[in-house]
């Protein structure tokens, strides 16, 4: 397939675009500058030069390809405007899409968090629990979002097979530079201890960023339409496990955070509304549909081989 790809040189992109080659796709990856192109190049993909602000651009690209991976964010949106003003200028790119490959059976597969389903489920969120709707009261939260996955996921009703890949909470590998993984330890190293909030028995779920990668391939090879899948490898992990395994090898104690709206900010900042919540997830029916089977090493694991804590 002829495959066009935004985000490729991010954490997860970097490891979807030789995948997709190595599988024997063509992939031709967006790149906004010189440094961007450069690297998708050295991964083996083709460079188009553009800006994902260009729908007519994204509009050309995916009517000349055979499916679309979307993992392109405007991260530069956060500071100013945060998750609101991310979603807000997404959307119209998926809309986009939809207009480019509306009938054609082609595929569009787009990033997506696994906490669109909500975190008071009672039980793990499944592929079949949609993206819960998003209204005011939600602005400033990672379900404003969620009106980008429903979208994606309605385009199947316009003869597109589009489906969205719900990331874990913590993507983790040896090339992660901005994750949740790589803000808790740098907010351990500040405050010289490791927080969790409360008892630290809320649910966190990661997986590897190169199982990441094998998933998308397969949704876009062969996913049906409309369909949300889980890239989840440890669906359940307690927050105070991962706090101890970042202490251990800081040599740092782990501590519980009093769980008051005081204390948590105080230490998590930005990171207190997530950290305090919990995600468990099953991965059942990607695994089953799909045939995806994680064989990377797991978090914890991961955290042992050490290369997010190299020697000063």
Known sequence: MRVFVTGGTGHSGSYIVPELIAAGHEVTGLAR??????????????????????????????ADSDGVIHVAHRQDLLPSGGIDAVAAAELPIMLAYGEALAGTGKSLVAAGSIGSPGQHLGRPATEEDPALPAGDEHKGTLRA??????????????????????????????????????????LAKEKGFVGYPGDGTNLWNAVHARDVASLFRLALEKGPAGKYWHAVADGAIPLREIAEAIGSRLGLPAVSIPADELMVPGYFGSLANIVTQTYPASNLITRQTLGWEPTQPSLLADLDNGHYFPAS
């Open 145 to 186: 979002r969620n009106v980008v996955e429903t979208a994606v996921v309605g385009l199947a009703e316009r003869g597109v097979r589009s489906s969205v890949v719900r990331f874990a909470n913590i993507a983790h590998s040896t090339t992660d530079r901005a994750g949740f993984l790589v803000q808790l330890i740098a």
């Open 33 to 62: 500058s010189d440094e961007s192109a450069a690297a998708l190049s050295a991964l083996g993909a083709k460079v188009r030069r553009g800006d994902i602000q260009d729908l007519d651009g994204l509009k050309e690209a995916a």
